[in-house]
């Protein structure tokens, strides 16, 4: 349905600037994506801008609009001397524009259109998908409604009743005050629009219209949201029909079909739930994202009709094998995706065309990856169409205010307006599974009520109070359904609860710069830089091997976040180039090592379990050593044999008590026996006998993940997945199969690194 309508878009007759402007060009890119170059002048981005409510009339009004540029307090400027492709912002090169928008600038836009004759008799509805950040509209010098507030959200205005009949003429300000407000901007900030240095996490910013702009006609009683949430225990979806113009308590019918084979239907009453049978459910999942056809139709003398899409499934927190994770569909599988921030070198804010902004999502799927996080920024609709039609779990931002400051009472009230705004226009999506509230403590405020307050706003979903509450002076509301770390390199781990899932909201950062496709040549950064394509897939791919040997069966990790799908702007720690012309990894490789993590989460197995409070002995594995246990001397970590003729000295030596993971309770601490408080620990890649200090990093290298092996149990570091105790040459070290150092030999690596739990030789 939604593709067929893209073809079906009215051009509207007189669209245009309002009066004959200058020839408009676009400004060169900084850098050139595959779709620069295809973005049409007129009407770009033409598709179907609201795919789950969509009626056959509408009419796009894209394309070139004069524009102005005026003080702040100014008002509407007597001649508009530049002209504008919308919906690029004036910052970018796409818009033609491509200039600093700051707090001192008001933007103006104008065109003029007539209403298509078929249209005659219907509302005229006068759409936004977004504009960023304060928008007034009139339309023949009468403004239509209230001003909108908000950068995120879609808006609409009724504006039959200031149309003249003949050509009209709207025009448009918007006012940004970015990082010098108090509103809702994610990674915006005022700079240079063209490539500059500065190893900066945050980008350039993006003002006025940024999503599509488009007309519509409906009846004056008419639908404007269909509320959807999926009941596998009964097999129904449960739909509520929004409405407007005295559509309330409305008879609607609401159909679900499939093939267009009707599968249920029901009749009920606009604002009011409905429950539609979806018998022989078959169930949305990444690998198989299916979706039911649905339409409500308005019955008796109101006269609407909407079409739209639903994904059957459930998404839940539950204990599996003692510990919590999310189950989709009632089954655990883990989440591996990545940081998506959503930023374009020639539109910024704006994918230039349609084909890109399901590009991004598509290189998910081909390189494994099950989940995207979209990082503080919320893209259009037509973005979540494309992951429910592909099959990527989505766990959606809300965008944050500046970090640099506490919020005020007016911003506060402002963000969680339009967070609400958000959760509603995004509430049926299948892909969206988790809400993510806040970051690192940027803008922080009240964490737990927002928490709770976006959980019975929509109890559908999952619920994230912090992303990264280990980080930044971030403060944890100790609600929601999972509590979220952020560890670079990592993975780490993030310590296991009795309540919340534990997830890793970002670690990765792996670097690698490419010749000829730098936003600023020599300029980029990352979290670890890597010498080759070799090292950086070499890198990768032990760190989602780390998690499927140890942080997700011995630590209790459910999901992670890798940072980036691409580079942005001065970051170049993305899988893929800025400018998406270079996918800088393996792909086959990165995909392998993906599905062998989610396979491995479906098939997960019980934890190994130690004697928590008991003593024990250590003792190698390796053939031809099997008569040496781990001890202590001196402070350090070795091996040596023990037998019943040894000394009572070195028996004690050899007797751990084991405790609770001092970093992780799933996992475990051995804890000296003849020095209390003193534990085996690894610092600096050597292994010894230390008290914890009480730090993190203290707590996590004295904490100890063990996995079933062959003969006996691994133990990876808590704070290191993929790196184990091993000996060698009697010595104890954090080793790395195949690594860089001497005690990383790949030879003897497995048997090395096996350990028989024994009974203690001093108990």
Known sequence: MVPALAATALLVSGAGPSHAAPAWDPKPSPMTTPWTNQVPVDHPL?????????????????????????????????????????????????????????????????????????????????????????????????????????????????????????TNTIVISVYDPTETGGQAIGKQRVQDVTPHPGKSIVYTASSGIWQTVWLEPTATAHITRLDMVPRLEDSTLRVTVRGAGGADGTSVKVTVSSGGTTV?????????????????THLWTPEDPFLYDVTAELTGTAADKVGSYTGMRSIAVKDVGGVRRPVLNGRFVFQTGTLDQGYWPDGIYTAPTDEALKYDLQKHKDLGFNMVRKHIKVEPQ??????????????????SMDSGKTPDTAARTQWESEYRAIIDQHRSSPSLIQWVDQNEGWGQYDQARIADMVKAYDPSRLVDNMSGVNCCAAKDGGNGDVIDNHNYV??????????????????????????????????????????????????????????????MPAGGLSASVYTQITDVENEANGLMSYDRQVVKVDQARVRAANQALIAASRSLGATVKLPVGQNVSIRVTTPGYTDRYIRHYDGLGFTEV???????????????????????????????????????????????????????????????????????VRMSAAGFPGQYLRHINAELWLAQSGSTHPWDNPAGFTEDTTWAIEPPWAP
């Open 46 to 166: 033409p598709e179907y801008p609201r795919p789950q409510l969509t009626r056959p009339d509408w009419a796009d009004l894209n394309g070139i609009w004069d524009f102005a540029v005026t003080s702040r307090d100014a008002g509407q400027p007597t001649t508009f001397g530049e002209q504008i492709r919308v919906p690029f912002v004036p910052e970018s090169a796409l818009s033609g524009v491509q200039r600093k928008i700051t707090q001192n600038d008001k933007l103006w836009y104008k065109r003029t259109f007539t209403v298509p004759s078929g249209w005659s008799g219907r509302h005229i509805q006068l759409n936004f998908g977004a504009s960023d950040w304060e928008t007034t509209v009139w339309v023949n010098g009468r403004q239509a409604g209230a001003a909108h507030r908000g950068g995120y959200d879609a808006f609409s205005y009724d504006i039959t009743p200031l149309l003249n009949g003949g």
């Open 264 to 280: 249920g239907s029901t009749t009920g009453t606009v604002g009011t739930e409905l429950s539609v049978p979806v018998p022989n």
């Open 382 to 399: 037509r973005w979540f169409y494309w992951a429910d039609r592909l099959g990527l779990l989505v766990w959606q931002d809300m965008p």
């Open 490 to 551: 990592g993975p780490g781990n993030t310590p296991t609860e009795p309540v919340r899932a534990s997830v890793l909201g970002e670690y990765g950062g792996l670097g690698y710069r490419v010749p000829g496709h730098e936003w600023y040549p020599g300029g980029g950064f990352s979290y670890e830089d890597q010498p080759t394509t070799t090292a950086l897939n070499n890198r990768l791919v032990g760190l989602l091997d780390g998690m499927r040997e140890n942080t």
């Open 642 to 712: 023990v037998d019943s003729a040894s000394g009572d000295v070195l028996k004690q030596d050899a007797t751990w008590t084991v405790r609770p993971g001092l970093a992780n309770k799933l996992c475990y601490s051995f804890e000296s026996r003849n020095y209390p408080g003193e534990y085996l620990r690894h610092r600096e890649f050597r292994v010894r006998r230390e008290a914890s200090d009480g730090s993190t990093v203290s707590k996590e290298d004295a904490t100890w993940c063990p996995v079933q092996g062959s003969g006996g």
